[in-house]
């Protein structure tokens, strides 16, 4: 039989035989709930910030429980400072049911700035733009470009990625290396700042 629910249950089995009297035994069963995990939606870190607190978030029935983390932690808590795959199995020691859950933290808030780009109309690499820059996490952003000689060519406060096109009013520049300076605030109210070369290829 199976229990479509936890609690205790009383069984009987009735043995039945033509020359002997009926039996009847009764006994009881004990049918445990399997522990609920809950860690919540899937997050981000972002550089520099706070650190992400992961727990079971799912109510418990009373009872002892063991918690193992996927990181061989044993606590009900972990404080989580490195993107990656994190789980939890939490283990009622009366019964031995057990369930895991997983979760996923990702690196957010962070400038990945390309060391060169192509302009030449193809749709693929046609801007000069950091990656990983469109999302909700940023509340500034600008960006200049100076050629070799220091003076301002492109600047923007745009976070669309398009970035530079490699030109200026229109017209298009020459193959090099151009001056770049980003500046972006995020969410967690940390600022980078970014100054390096670009190489412009035709």
């Known amino acids: 039989h199976a229990y479509a629910s936890s609690g205790t249950f009383v069984v009987r089995l009735t043995a039945l035989n033509r020359a002997c009297p009926d039996i ?6 004990r049918v445990y709930e399997i ?15 706070q650190p992400i607190l992961l727990e079971n978030r799912a109510r418990l029935t009373e009872g002892d429980y063991h918690y193992r983390w996927s ?21 009622h020691k009366p019964s031995g049911c057990a369930n895991t859950e997983s979760v996923e933290i990702t690196k957010e808030c962070y400038v990945d700035i390309p060391n060169a780009f192509t302009p030449n109309g193809d749709g693929n690499n046609d801007y000069f733009f950091p990656r990983q820059l469109l999302s909700g996490q940023v509340n500034h952003f600008k960006m200049q470009i100076l050629n070799r000689w220091g003076q301002l060519i492109f600047e923007t406060t745009s976070t669309d990625g398009r970035g530079w096109d490699g030109t200026v009013n229109g017209v298009p520049q020459p193959s090099g290396a151009y001056i770049y ?8 109210a940390v600022t980078e700042q970014h100054e390096g070369n670009v190489t412009l290829l035709r």
């Open 71 to 91: 990181t061989r932690d044993t606590t009900s808590r972990l404080l989580v400072r490195h993107p990656g795959t994190y789980s939890m199995t939490v283990t």
């Open 35 to 49: 522990p609920h995990v809950d860690l919540g939606a899937d997050s981000g870190l972002c550089w520099r910030g």
């Open 181 to 188: 300076r980003i500046t972006v605030t995020f969410d967690n």
């Open 24 to 29: 009847t035994v009764a006994d009881t069963v």
